[in-house]
C-alpha cells in the first residue's frame, strides 16, 4: 500500500529532468536579468533614470540667433526684414555652437540642398510657397548664383 | 553636388505621383525586405508545425514519413524568425534588453514572449519528447562529438521502459495539442501587427490575421513538401508517392481554403470601396502589379490550384514521375506565391501617401542590411540550418526506435 503510493506520487524521470532544466534555466535568467538591468531602470518609468542626466549633459551644437547676432548684425538684420526672418540662421549655415565659441573653427559649407529641402516642388506644399523643379528650373550649381537668400526678393 | 540631401531628391522626387506629403519623401520606405522576411519565416514555422500535426494529432498515417522532417524545418526557420528583425533595428548586441525588461505595452514587444512560448515550451518540447528514446539509443552506440551531443539531450535520463516511452508519445501528443493553437497565436499574432493598424486602409483589417495563418499553413505545407523531395532525391531513394499524393491533398485544402478567405477580404473591399479604395486599385494596377496579381494571384494561387485540383480529380491516370514534377513545381510556385503575397503587405502598405491620393516608389538595392543581397543570405540560412539537423537527428546511419508517433496508446517494443 505504502510503495503504490509512493509509485503514485514520484514524478517520471524525464518529466522530473524538465522541470529541473525549467528551473535552472529560469534561475540563469533571473540571475543574467538582475546583472544586466541598468541599475536605474524604472527610476521614474519604462527607461534608465540615468539617462536624463547623461541627455542634459550633452553639450549644445545649436548656438541660437542671438548668437549670431553678436558679430554678423548687419546680415542678422538683412534676413529680419526679408521673407526668410522666421528661417534661423542655423537652418541653413548648420550648426553653430562651436563657431560661436570659437571664431577660427569655420561653419558647414552651404550646398544646393539646403535650398530645395523647402523649395522643391511638391503638390502638398502650400501654393504661395516658392517652389521649383530642381531639375528644369537650373542645371548649375550654385542657386547663389541668381538668389540672395538674405534678401530673397532682391537680384544680385 | 554629393550632398546626401541632394541626391534624395534628385532620386526620390520622380518616384512620387500625386500627393506625397513632405516627411513621406525617403528613398526607402521604413520597412524594408527583411520585414517582408520576417512574417514569411514565421509563417513557415507555423506551417510546418501543422503539417506535423496532421501526423501527431490527427493520425494521418501516410504522411509519418515526413512528421520528423516537418518539425525539424519548423525548428530551423524557428532559429532564424527573429534575425531579420534584428538586423532591421541594428544594434543586434542590445538583443537581450528585450528580455531583460520585458512587458506589455507594445505588440512588437510582445513577440518575445509569443517566440519564447513557441519555441521553449512548444517546439522542442514536442522534440525532445518525440527524440528522447533515439537519444538514449544512439548515445549507447555513438562516440566522439556526436555522442556528447546526444548524451548530453538524453539529460541524463537512460529509461526505455514501456512505461516510460508511452509516457514520452502522450507528452508528445499533448504538446502537439497545445502546438496547434500556438502555431495559430505565433502567426496570428504577426497577421495582428499590421491588422491593428487603424490608420492604413491596406493593413487595418480584421481578416489579417486569419489571412496570415492561412497562408502561412499553405507555405509550411508546400515547404515541407520541397524539403522532402530535395531530401530523397539528395539520398537518391525513392519518394513515397502515398506520402506525397496526401500532402498533395492537404496542400490543394488549404489553398483552397486561403484563396477563398483571401478572394473573400478582396470583395468587401471591393464592395465596401471605401476612402482609400481608389489608391489601393491603383496600386493593384500599377505598383504591386507584378508582385500581386502575377506573383501573389496567378503564380501562388492560380496555377498551384489548377495543377494540384486536377491532380485530385485524375491522380490515378498521372504517371509517377510527372505527378512528383507536378508537386514539387506546385510547392516552389506557392512558396514564390507566399513571398510575394508578404511583399505586397509589408511593402504594399507603405507605398501610398496618407493623402490617399499619391504614391512613393521603392526600388531593391543589392547590397546594405536592407539589400536583396541580405535577404537571400537570410532565407538560405535556415536552410543550412536545417541540413545540420537533419544530418544530426534524421541521419540514415542511425536507427530510430520504430515507434509511429500517432499511435500513443500502443507503444512500440523499446529498444
Known amino acids: 500500500m505504502a510503495s503504490s503510493r509512493e509509485s503514485r506520487f514520484s514524478l517520471p524521470p524525464q518529466i522530473l529532468r524538465l522541470v529541473l ?59 529680419a526684414q526679408a521673407e526668410h526672418k522666421s528661417v534661423s540662421c542655423e537652418a541653413c549655415h548648420g550648426s553653430g555652437q562651436a563657431h560661436a565659441e570659437d571664431p577660427d573653427v569655420k561653419m558647414a ?48 | ?54 501526423v501527431r494529432v490527427f493520425d494521418v498515417k501516410p504522411l509519418e514519413p515526413v512528421y520528423r522532417l516537418s518539425l525539424l524545418t519548423a525548428l530551423a526557420f524557428l532559429l532564424c524568425a527573429t534575425l531579420p528583425l534584428l538586423f532591421h533595428l541594428g544594434h543586434p548586441e542590445r538583443c537581450f534588453a528585450i528580455m531583460m525588461t520585458p512587458h506589455f505595452s507594445s505588440p512588437m514587444a510582445m513577440f518575445g514572449f509569443v517566440y519564447a512560448w513557441y519555441l521553449m515550451a512548444v517546439l522542442l518540447l514536442e522534440l525532445w519528447f518525440d527524440y528522447r528514446q533515439d537519444f538514449v539509443e544512439w548515445s549507447k552506440t555513438e562516440t566522439g562529438w556526436r555522442g556528447i551531443v546526444y548524451r548530453a539531450f538524453t539529460l541524463g535520463v537512460t529509461d526505455e521502459s514501456d512505461a516510460a516511452v ?52 499553405v507555405s509550411g505545407i508546400a515547404l515541407c513538401v520541397f524539403n522532402y523531395m530535395v531530401l530523397t532525391w539528395v539520398r537518391r531513394r525513392t519518394v513515397e508517392m502515398r506520402c ?56 501562388g494561387t492560380l496555377l498551384p490550384l ?27 510556385m506557392i512558396l514564390i506565391g507566399v513571398l510575394a503575397m508578404r511583399w505586397n503587405v509589408v511593402i504594399g502598405g507603405q507605398l501610398f501617401s496618407k493623402s490617399l491620393r499619391g504614391v512613393m516608389g521603392y526600388k531593391l538595392e543589392f547590397a546594405g ?8 543570405v537570410l532565407l538560405a540560412l535556415p536552410f543550412v540550418i536545417l541540413v545540420v539537423l537533419v544530418k544530426l537527428f534524421l541521419s540514415e546511419r542511425l536507427p530510430t526506435s520504430g515507434h509511429v508517433p500517432h499511435r500513443s496508446s500502443v507503444p512500440a517494443k523499446a529498444g
Open chain 2, 1 to 54: 553636388m554629393t550632398n546626401e540631401l541632394a541626391q534624395v531628391v534628385f532620386e526620390v522626387m520622380p518616384q512620387f505621383e500625386g500627393f506625397v506629403y513632405p516627411n513621406e519623401a525617403s528613398p526607402h520606405p521604413l520597412w524594408g525586405v527583411l520585414i517582408v522576411l520576417y512574417p514569411y519565416i514565421t509563417g513557415l514555422v507555423a506551417g510546418a508545425f501543422i503539417m506535423a500535426s496532421l
Open chain 2, 369 to 376: 542590411v536592407e539589400g536583396w543581397f541580405m535577404g537571400l
Open chain 2, 166 to 217: 508511452k509516457l514520452d508519445l502522450k507528452a508528445g501528443r499533448f504538446l502537439s495539442i497545445i502546438g496547434i493553437p500556438s502555431a495559430f497565436l505565433l502567426h496570428g499574432y504577426v497577421g495582428f501587427i499590421f491588422g491593428s493598424i487603424k490608420a492604413n486602409p491596406w493593413w487595418g483589417n480584421v481578416l489579417m490575421p486569419i489571412i496570415f495563418i492561412l497562408s502561412a499553413i
Open chain 1, 21 to 79: 532544466l525549467t528551473i535552472a534555466i529560469v534561475a540563469v535568467y533571473l540571475v543574467a536579468r538582475y546583472f544586466l538591468t541598468p541599475p536605474s531602470f524604472g527610476q521614474f518609468g519604462f527607461y534608465r533614470g540615468d539617462v536624463l542626466q547623461e541627455l542634459a549633459s550633452l553639450e549644445p551644437v545649436y548656438a541660437g540667433k542671438k548668437a549670431c547676432e553678436e558679430c554678423h548684425s548687419e546680415q542678422y538684420q538683412q534676413v
Open chain 2, 306 to 332: 489548377l495543377i494540384l485540383g486536377a491532380l485530385q480529380l485524375w491522380r490515378k491516370r498521372v504517371p509517377e514521375l510527372i505527378r512528383r514534377r507536378l508537386y514539387f513545381g506546385s510547392a516552389v
Open chain 2, 244 to 299: 506525397l499524393d496526401t500532402m498533395g491533398m492537404f496542400l490543394f485544402y488549404a489553398l483552397v481554403f486561403d484563396a477563398a478567405v483571401e478572394a473573400l477580404d478582396w470583395i468587401h473591399r471591393v464592395y465596401l470601396a471605401e476612402e482609400g479604395f481608389q489608391v489601393m486599385q491603383y496600386m493593384a494596377r500599377e505598383k504591386l502589379f507584378y508582385t500581386l496579381s502575377i506573383g501573389q494571384a496567378l503564380i
Open chain 1, 109 to 156: 559649407i552651404l550646398g544646393f540642398s539646403r535650398c530645395v529641402r523647402c523649395h522643391e516642388e511638391n503638390p502638398s506644399r502650400p501654393k504661395w510657397h516658392k517652389q521649383i523643379n530642381s531639375r528644369t528650373h537650373y542645371t548649375g550649381e550654385k542657386c547663389t548664383e541668381c538668389h540672395l537668400p538674405h534678401q530673397p526678393n532682391e537680384v544680385p
